[in-house]
């Protein structure tokens, strides 16, 4: 069972370091932004999949950007699941958030440097949390 909080703590450690500064968290050239480093597609697909209307400036709402990505990692994490036959672990929903489902699913091995950083923030997390 997946810890939506846990996981959400993760990607924004290694997405932006927890920065929450709307100026500071921007990434691949203004296309990534807020704490999650969501860019326009994302927005997009959850849009368009829930009949939502999150706007780009929601990026920079830290309460946003979690139920934005919380909404877009259900939805393929369903849809990876459904195909595969295997319910998503974190290392899934790590990989889907840096390489898209069809990275996952096409080139799964480009994603294994930031599965390994994700890795080392939620094995960290879990030990902080246990003490």
């Known amino acids: 069972m997946i810890d939506w ?3 959400l703590a993760v990607l924004i450690a290694v ?18 932004i807020g704490c999650l480093q969501i ?16 706007i780009p400036s929601d990026r ?3 309460q946003y ?5 919380k909404l877009w990692l259900t939805y393929y994490g ?11 672990t974190y290392e899934i929903y790590c990989r889907l ?3 898209g489902y069809k990275g996952l699913l096409d080139r799964p091995h480009a994603t294994d440097y930031y599965w390994n ?7 960290w997390q879990k030990h902080i949390t246990s003490n």
Not at 15 to 32: I, M, Q, R, W, Y
Not at 78 to 88: A, F, H, S, V, W
């Open 117 to 123: 950083k994700c890795k080392g923030v939620l094995q």
């Open 39 to 54: 860019q326009i597609p994302v927005i997009q697909d959850v849009n368009r999949i829930y009949r939502r209307n999150f």
């Open 5 to 7: 909080s846990l996981l």
């Open 65 to 69: 950007s979690k139920l934005i990505a």
């Open 97 to 99: 958030w840096n390489g």
């Open 15 to 32: 997405e932006s370091g927890g920065e929450t500064h709307p100026d500071l968290a921007v990434g691949d050239n203004g296309k990534s």
């Open 60 to 62: 920079n709402n830290r």
């Open 78 to 88: 369903n849809k990876y699941e459904r195909l595969t036959g295997i319910e998503p």
